[in-house]
Structures are given as C-alpha cells and as structure tokens.
C-alpha cells in the first residue's frame, strides 16, 4: 500500500518526470515548496516574539552586579588599606627627615654662634689696623659664606669683599639694615637668636642671624650669610620638600630661590597655626589642606637655639600616585573582566537563547498553523541538555498534529491550536460542498479482479491520490473538509468563520445592524464564490488525472481507472459544531442545507451534468457573477475574473418547506487562471496544455459543450425524477 500510495503522489508532482521520480505532494498536511523556500524569514519575522527579559540580561543583571560588587570590595580595600599604610609610612618618613634636618641646621647655627664669638674675641685684642684687616682676611677666607658681619653696640663691621664681588653685589649700608630690625636687636640681646630673610636687600638667596656676643653683656652681631650654606641641608628629594621660617612665618631658606627674593610669608598656612599653636611639642606631624584646595603632609620641629622652625611636607597626591595608579589598575582590570564577562554571557546565553528563542518562534509558527516548521528542522538535535529534550518534544509535538491534521482536517486544527474554535454549536449561514466518484462499485470490483488479496492496499492508494488532489482544490479555495465517506468528500465555506448571527436580533433602526448585515452577506458570497472556483479547479485536476492514469496503466499496466466524478453545492443555514460521544467527536455541519446538498450531488447523474449548485447558491452569485436577467446579462469590470456560466436544469424540484425550484449546472468559469490558482500552493506548477480545456478560457461555453468535453450523454429528461431516493424532493 506505501509503496503505491507514493508512486501515486509522486506522478501527481512531476508528471513529465521518470515514473520512479514521481510523488505527490500532500498540499494539505504541510507547508509549500514556496513557503518553504521563501517565507521562513518573513514567518519568522511575522511570529517573533519580543522578550521582556531575555536570559543573557538576566545573566549580565546577576553577574555583572556581582562583579562589581566584589572587585569593587577588594579594589576599596586595597586602596584604604595601601592608602591607610602608605600614610602611615609618609608621616614617619616626614618626621624622621624634619628632625634629622632640624638637628643639622641647629648644629650649622651653633657652629655659626661660635665661629663668631671667637671671631670678636680675637678682633678685641688686636689694636693693630695692618693685623685687624689680615685677621679678617683670614676669618672670611675660612667662611666664605659669610658676607659681613655688624657689632651693633661697637659698630665695627667687617665685609667679605669677595664674597660681594662674587655675587655681583654692590655697597651695602648694613647700618642702615640694622636700623630697620631694631626689634630683632633687642629680642637677640635677651639671648635668643633671631633670623630674617635677607634676599630682598641683597637680591640674592642671604640668611641674616642676629644673635648675642657671649663675651659682651649688650653687644648683638649681625651675621649675613648666604642661604647656600643650608641649601644642602634643606634640599629637596623627588618627593619631600623642607625649608626654613622664622616667627612670623617669613620663609628664611626655601629651595625655591623665588621665594626667597619675593619674601613669601606662609603664616596663613593651617601649618603655621598649629606650629604656633602647639608651644608644648618642638617636633610634630600632622596634614593640611593648602589654599588650592591639595592635601599636603608635614612635619615641623622648632629649633633650639633660635626663633625659627624647620617644616617637611610632602604633597598628599604626589605619595598617594603609587596607591591611584594600583587603584587605576583594579578598575582597568575589572573593567577588563566585566567586559570578557559579558563576552562569555554573551557566547553561553546564546547558546541557550537562540535555540529557545527559535523554540519560541517554532511555537509561534505551530499556534499559527504551521505544523512542519522549517525552523524546527535546522535545529541542533545533537544537543544532550534540556534544550535537546525540548527540541524533540517540539518535533514530537509537531508530528503528532500533522497526525491529528489528516485526521480531522487542518482548518479545524488550526483553529483548534489557535484556540479560535467555539465547541458550543452554533448556526451559520455556509456553503456546503458534496462530491464522489460515479460508479466507484464497478471501480473497487476491477481492483479486486485484478489484485485479490491486496486489492484492499490498491484501492485506498487509489483513493488518497485522487483525494489528495480534490482536497488540494478545496483548501486553495478556502475551503474545510468536513470529512470523507468512502469515495465521497464532505468540505464547507465558512464554517470556520467567526461571523455571529446575533446582529438578527437588533432593531432595524439600529445602526450597527446594516453594517453587520452587510458585512455577513460579503461573506456568504466570497464562501459561495469559493465552492465554485474549488469544484471547477477538480474539474480540470480530475482531467489531468485521468490523463496520467492512462499513461501509467499502458507504460506498467498499474491499474488507475478512468473516473467521473459529480458535485453538488448548497448554501444555507446548518448547525455548525463538535457533535458525538465524549470519547470520540468531530467537527462538522447538519441540518437540511446539508442534505439538500448530498440530494444536489446525488442529482448529478440524473441531469447529464458533473456539477450543480441550487437555487440557493444561484441566488448568492446572480447579481455579480452570472449573466441572467436581473442583470440585464451584464456583468461589471470588477467582477469578470470571477464570471460563471451556469445553465439552469429544465426540470424543477420541490424542497420541503421551500416551494419548486432549480438545479443549474456549472458549466465554466471563462476567466479562471488555472496556473495563477494552483501556484498559491505550488508555486512551481504548470498547467497542462490539454487540461486547459476543462476550465478557463479554453473550457466550454455551454453545457453541451461540457457534456461533450466529459463524455456525458444528454438525458432525457421526461423520464427524470429527482424525487426518486428522498420523500422531500419531487419533480413536476
């Protein structure tokens, strides 16, 4: 039966093809080559799902928090602990510096204090000028960064000529000097050393000491030296700063020289208070913020032998660049892990994201009708996780609907999947459509002399190659199968439509009640208009059919018989609905449309015709797509691609509770376009040139022509009873 059944589908596919090639498709199961090939983007694009919060969001929202978090942690604690430790070591560095250079600097200026006792004790006992001068000669030799000395009780001064010579100073009045420093004079004789800047006088880095002569109760020397002589002392490395001020904050020594000639004043230092301030400690440390806003680290000691202090400080930010810069690299590095941390999210959730998301669109795909998505087919089934699992859930999932699919019909199941299906019955104004095999008992007897035993296989390979054609007309013209009887097809138009009658209820006057009425006659029409166009498009498939089951019975004596077929179309109200046991149900249609249309069917044989539509359905298409009288047998440009010649039946029927009325055969649709039709679902399909003639511009024009085309003899119709297998319908 297999091995038949694709054979027979296969020459439906590809007729000028090696019979070994051929296939049918089944047009009703599965999506066409042309979706297939063409629409996987747009469907997908269709039916994608914007996520509120995709997994590698989630991801980077819990891990890059936690990555902050932490580094974030251990940065801080790093940079307050160095920070805390490197203070710690700056403030020891600064103080043990402040203190080793105050205690130089006492030592230079008590050396000093002595070179000049001993320089005025020597100078008291000499009263020879020639011996004085060569005595002073002698001394400024020796101390060369002395540049003059002034006894200010005796007024003897003694001038390093050198010295002012070197520098390129010119004459000093050094009493003039004194004068202005009467106050450090009289400080200085209370034993006391004093010093001032005295590189404004000089224009030159000059340090000027007033300090007491041991050896005299009231004489003051004033000492002028060359700040160089602490310049060592006092210098600065590439990260402290030391310098020297006085009492009143005046910068005595500075490595700055410009600060010295300008006579800077730092008393308004916070430094400068707290030396002032603390009178209990000579040595301190401690840290201030300068006028600018920087943090600065100090140390300050006060010397012993004199009014003046001696104050390291190093910059705060210069120390701590060490500390920014390991700081700098913990956010450089987190940064770096952060960013190969959403790198790898990245990478891992997509290997979990896009196969869900597909899943997801897979889903989409299979609520919107779609039960062999493409999509489904590219994914990995190699995956050993979850996802795995879940891919061929969805794969099993999908073949259990195309199951479910041939088993009821996909209109159904698509309205079942996309839960647009009511399974309340309801009543609908449809179109109903009936159609079988004429003289399928003699068909079915050739098969069983042919083929005995596995006849059975042969005669439903038979079967579902010529159904698979007619339902394959049925669903590009909109259509549902209801169901099959033996060879008989059960299919309708609007059953499926969400098109409520409830609108009969409202007043006429109510507004909305014309629209409604307007709206549900359209669809009445289109699903009438359908019907035909489904029953016309058999027409031509059964032709060609029939054309290749010739030429395979002669090419390998496979048995295909020749058939006729006839249609019968009705549009009425029925009871639309799930209707049977709780254990097994289906979906389909009753009530006296119904079998008006079965008797419309039945009725085909009697008339000479392969397809009739009643007065019911005429009545729908009349006005727009017939020639009658009632359009003056015109039709208008909007409605001739859809014209239909339909010839009435000369003998009348009477339906209980509807009076006589007509048959009218349908003879052609003069504007059909075959290929245009069956390329909705096959968009590769050609007509065949000698099929043509069953439909569209070549098809009959009249019903003998059609009779003729189909090898119909015209009956006699006085002897017709349509009457004759059911009590409501009778002939006059």
């Avoid at 439903?460 to 339902?471: A, E, K, P």
């Amino acid at each position: 039966m297999e091995k038949e059944l694709d054979y027979g589908r296969f020459i439906y596919a590809h007729k000028d093809k090696p019979k070994e090639e051929e296939k049918i498709p089944e047009k009703e199961e599965k999506l066409s080559e042309e979706e297939k090939k063409i629409e996987p983007e747009k469907r997908q694009k269709k039916f994608r799902i914007r996520v509120k919060r995709p997994i590698s969001v989630k991801m980077l929202g819990i891990f890059i928090p936690l990555i902050i978090i932490s580094m974030g942690f251990i940065t801080a604690f790093v940079s307050i602990t160095s920070k805390r430790d490197t203070t710690t070591n700056t403030y020891y560095n600064v103080y043990t510096i402040n203190k080793r250079t105050a205690s130089d600097c006492t030592n230079k200026f008590l050396a000093l204090e002595t070179t000049v006792n001993s320089f005025y004790d020597q100078i008291q006992i000499i009263e020879d000028e020639t011996l004085l001068k060569d005595r002073e000669s002698v001394f400024f030799e020796r101390n060369n960064d002395i540049a003059a000395i002034y006894f200010t009780t005796s007024g003897r001064r003694f001038f390093n000529n050198e010295f002012f010579v070197t520098n390129e100073i010119s004459s000093f009045n050094i009493e003039n000097y004194a004068a202005h420093y009467e106050e450090l004079i009289q400080k200085a004789q209370n034993g006391i050393l004093q010093f001032e800047n005295a590189s404004p006088s000089f224009n030159n880095p000059m340090l000027s000491v007033f300090m007491p002569v041991e050896s005299s109760e009231n004489e003051i020397a004033i000492v002028l030296l060359s700040s160089r002589t602490l310049f060592d002392t006092l210098a600065e490395d590439k990260i402290n700063s030391t310098y020297l001020i006085n009492s009143n904050g005046n910068v005595l020594v500075h490595n700055n020289i410009e600060y010295m000639l300008s006579s800077k004043n730092v008393s308004s230092l916070p430094v400068f208070k707290l030396l002032a301030d603390n009178k209990k400690d000579k040595t301190s440390y401690t840290s201030y913020l300068s006028p600018e806003n920087k943090e600065f680290i100090c140390s300050y000691t006060t010397l012993s032998i004199g009014s003046c202090s001696v104050i390291t400080e190093v910059d705060s930010d210069f120390v701590m660049q060490g500390i920014h810069k390991t700081t700098m690299t913990n956010i450089y590095f987190t940064g770096a892990v952060i960013a190969l941390t959403i790198l790898f999210i990245w990478i891992f959730s997509q290997s979990l994201a896009r196969p869900l998301h597909n899943l997801t669109e897979v889903t989409q795909l299979i609520k919107n009708g779609d039960f062999s998505p493409s999509l489904l087919e590219e994914m990995d089934r190699r995956r050993k996780d979850e996802i795995g699992v879940l891919i061929e859930s969805t794969r099993d999932e999908t073949q259990m609907l195309n199951t479910f699919t041939k088993l009821t019909n996909r209109g159904v199941t698509n309205a079942i999947v996309k839960n647009q299906i009511d399974f309340e019955p309801h009543l609908k104004d449809v179109t109903i459509f009936f159609s079988d095999i004429r003289g399928f008992t003699a068909v079915s007897d050739s098969f069983n002399k042919k083929y005995g035993e596995t006849s059975a296989a042969q005669i439903i390979g038979f079967l579902n190659d010529y159904m698979s054609r007619m339902v394959n007309c049925i669903t590009l013209a909109g259509g549902t199968v209801d169901k099959f009887e033996g060879d008989a097809i059960m299919a309708a138009w609007g059953v499926l439509r969400d098109d409520s009658l409830d609108f009969e209820l409202l007043p006429e006057d109510d507004e909305n009640k014309k629209a409604a009425v307007e709206n549900h006659q359209k669809n009445v029409l289109e699903d009438a208009l359908g019907s035909i166009k489904a029953a016309v498009a058999m027409r031509y498939s059964l032709m060609e059919y029939n054309l290749l089951a010739d030429r395979i019975q002669e090419e390998n004596g496979t048995l295909r018989p020749h058939i006729k077929i006839g249609c019968g179309i009705n549009s009425g109200r029925v009871t639309v609905g799930f209707m049977g046991s709780q254990d097994k149900m289906e979906f389909t249609s009753i009530g006296d449309a119904v079998n008006l249309a079965s008797r419309t069917e039945s009725s085909n044989k009697l008339c000479g015709t392969d397809m009739l539509i009643t007065e019911s359905t005429y009545n729908l298409l009349k006005e727009k797509y017939i020639r009658c009288e009632s359009n003056d047998y015109k039709i208008d440009d909007e409605y001739k691609a859809d014209e239909i010649i339909v010839e009435q039946i000369p003998v009348t029927f009477e339906v209980k509770g509807k009076g006589k009325q007509h048959f009218y055969a349908v003879v052609n649709m003069p504007s059909f376009d075959v290929e245009a039709f069956f390329r909705k679902g096959n968009p590769s399909f050609t007509a065949d040139p000698q099929c043509l003639k069953a439909a569209g511009p070549e098809g009959p024009g009249n019903l003998k022509e059609l009779r003729q085309l189909l090898g119909i003899e015209e009956p006699d119709f006085t002897g017709v009873n349509l009457d004759k297998e059911e009590d409501k319908v009778s002939v006059n």
